[in-house]
């Protein structure tokens, strides 16, 4: 199926305006996951309470990622993501400002849905501005997502730092990105689903029925990656410091040292994907991040922990972004740009799966076990990726980069 022309321009601005997008997301879920301490302390949510409310957000952030997959059989991907956006960054308003547990329990169900919608109408435009480009570009998609988590951290940090309240953190921030997110919604490109319908008898064609069995290879991928991510992100700090016995202080670096490795692979990540291709990508990242978790389990103290984390960051950060990829770009080839953003939006709930799995498993096998022993096991299920790993090619020859030749001139 051939790929619509779209002026190098216009490809140019929607690339930029799709990355301030990625980028004003990462900054606003840091901003939220890094403050729980401090919601749960502002309205007195019990310890035991605390799990169910966030294990809630990524319930019905799935929810929201079915509903879009709906949503956009009839709404352009673009216009549900600028929609939504200023949805995430008010409702993260109303975490900061809610005035008892039941309203904010009503701002993180309202946040949880609006980011599945969010995070799957993101990815959706990602996929089909790489294909416009004829070269891989998801990569930097995420990276812009990645830099924008470092900003949040650090704003988190600033905010605990001064003793703000969380109103009076998040009020300026969401000032800031809410316009933000309106104005770049402007330059998204994302008519190609549509065009490609109107060449065809109805736009139905266009949307054509989607097995789930052929992208499960690729479900249980973003399942595992997510495994390994969120064991990084609950478990970093309490393992160098319970196991390899480092300080407080020290036990707080692995996540950040993690966060930037991911944005820094990522950033280079495009450019080893056209180089050498997704699949020999993947393979490597896959066995760098196995390669970080045996480190972090044989580690003997806290340094060759970090480098360990470090590691990690470098191997995951390619895979998701990849994983979209190939999705999408399977189910365009087979079924139209429709179906790929149906492969997306389903896709995107294993994001949430993973998330929910990996740390009660960590953190169960490591009560009942031992916590070395408890990260091998995402580094067996990250090592399930190289299985797969054929699924990141391209479904027909291409040219040496895995991609076609762009469809437009002079493309930055």
């Known amino acids: 199926m051939t790929v619509p022309r779209v002026p190098a321009a216009r490809l140019r601005h929607g690339r930029v305006s799709l990355a301030l997008s990625f980028f004003v997301q990462g900054a606003v879920f840091a901003l939220l996951v890094t403050r729980i301490p401090a919601i749960q302390d502002r309205y007195g949510i019990s310890d035991a309470l605390l799990p169910a409310f966030l294990a809630a957000v990524p319930v019905l952030a799935g929810v929201g990622s079915v509903g879009t997959e709906q949503l956009v059989k009839r709404v352009r991907p673009g216009l549900v993501l600028r929609c939504v956006q200023p949805v995430v960054g008010l409702a993260l308003l109303g975490v900061g400002a809610a005035g008892s547990m039941a309203q904010v329990a009503v701002a993180l169900a309202v946040f949880g849905l609006s980011v599945g919608a969010l995070d799957a109408s993101m990815n959706m435009l990602g996929v089909s501005l790489q294909r416009a480009y004829g070269r891989s570009i998801m990569l930097g998609f995420h990276a ?15 905010g605990a730092h001064w003793k703000l309240s969380l109103a009076l953190l998040y009020g300026p921030v969401v000032a800031v ?11 998204f490109v994302d008519r190609e689903r549509q065009d490609a319908a109107e060449g065809q008898e109805g736009a139905a064609a266009a949307v054509a029925p989607l097995g789930m069995r052929l992208l499960l290879p690729l479900c249980l991928v973003m399942a595992f990656a997510y495994i390994g991510d969120s064991t ?22 692995p996540y950040n040292v993690y966060m930037v490795t991911t944005l820094l692979g990522r950033a280079v990540g495009d450019l080893g994907v056209r180089r050498f291709g997704a699949v020999a990508v993947v393979r490597t990242g896959t066995v760098v991040a196995a390669g970080g978790f045996a480190v972090v389990a044989a580690a003997p103290g806290a340094w060759a922990g970090m480098a360990g984390f470090t590691l990690l960051g470098l191997g995951l950060c390619v895979i998701v972004p990849q994983t979209f990829a190939a999705a999408g770009r399977y189910a365009f080839e087979r079924h139209g740009p429709g179906a790929s953003d149906m492969a997306v939006a389903r896709l995107n709930i294993f994001n949430y799966v993973g998330f929910l799995i990996g740390s009660p498993l960590v953190g169960a096998l490591g009560d009942a076990w031992s916590y070395r022993g408890a990260m091998l096991v995402p580094m067996v299920l990250v090592l399930v990726t190289l299985v797969y790993a054929r699924s990141f090619g391209a479904p027909e020859a291409r040219y040496g980069d895995g991609y076609e030749r762009p469809r437009t001139a002079d493309v930055g």
């Not at 812009?144 to 600033?158: N, P």
């Not at 990105?177 to 330059?187: C, D, F, K």
């Open 232 to 253: 990084v992100s609950n478990w970093s700090a309490k393992y160098l410091q319970d196991v390899l016995g480092s300080s407080e202080q020290l036990a707080t670096v």
């Open 177 to 187: 990105l809410v316009p933000l997110a309106l104005i770049v919604g402007r330059w």
């Open 144 to 158: 812009a997502y990645s830099l924008g988590g470092i900003v949040g951290a650090s704003l988190a940090w600033a």
